[in-house]
């Protein structure tokens, strides 16, 4: 139960909308070389640290300028006795912020995967590579999809002026060969404190529906009194995710922004 939360819980730091016209590079709200680290707590004891890192230079991926992300996740303290986390998770980024590579090694107790995946925009295909079983296998992906880590940035770049209260939108994840639908209702402006200090931020509700229409406002309506997470993401130009709160039966698991360097 304990890995399921925090699986969860630091997938909202890295998740976000879905983004489909072109960015403009130098435009971006995000640096080469920056690096984020997030503290997960189960009430109030430190359990999984994250971090989120950009390379200090571009990368060329199949014949594309690429970003090149990485994220670690790892259990910390005496937590560890009840079950380990020591992942990492890569991805090449192109200049729509769409994955064109990525890495996974993934080790979580019994859960071990070892995985390279690249996607065929051209082609509608994502090929993933087992290195442990050294087998490939190929799904269907389409543009707008993203990884883990291309939409934590495709996140950033939104125009949030943009939104209004109440309104929906939606993303497509794809992993474990198979593309998810996340929908994220924003809820409004609030005023929290912060590793920088009081500051505003944008308050969205993350909705992982069970079963999705063409009415994303209905789906969420439909399961807004299940859902227990919440995102907290200051309103400034960096866009930067800097809470994330999941309430559940057996306690408050809550995810924070320790340190950002630009």
Known sequence: MFKKIAFYAILMML???????KTQIQA?????????????????LVVVEATVKLDAKMHQINA?????????????????FLGTINSSFTSYIDDNILPQKNKLNANEG???????????YPKGTATVFD????????????????????AFYAFR??????????ETK??????????????????????????????????FQPI??????????????????????????????SHLPVKVVARGAKGTFKVELKSFKP
Request: charged residues 30%; hydrophobic residues 35%.
């Open 170 to 203: 939606e993303i497509n994840i794809f992993a474990e060969g198979k593309i998810s639908k996340l929908i994220l209702k924003y809820i409004g402006k609030r005023t929290i404190k912060t590793v920088f200090g009081d500051k505003e931020t944008l308050l």
């Open 64 to 80: 594309r300028s690429c970003f090149k992300a990485n994220s670690k996740v790892k259990t910390v303290g005496l937590v560890s």
């Open 28 to 44: 971006l709200p995000f640096n080469l070389g920056e690096t984020a680290v997030y503290s997960a707590f189960l009430g109030d």
């Open 131 to 150: 290195m442990d079983e050294r087998n490939s296998k190929q799904y269907p992906f389409y543009f707008g999809t993203h990884d883990a880590l291309s």
């Open 208 to 237: 992982f529906p069970e079963k999705t229409t063409n009415d994303m406002e209905r789906d969420a309506e439909r399961e807004v009194e299940r859902a227990s997470v919440r995102m907290w993401v200051l309103n400034d130009a």
């Open 157 to 166: 770049n939104i125009n949030f002026n943009a939104l209004k209260e109440n």
């Open 15 to 21: 998740f976000s909308f879905d983004l489909k016209e």
């Open 110 to 120: 019994k859960y071990i995967r070892n995985q390279e995946t690249d996607f065929d």
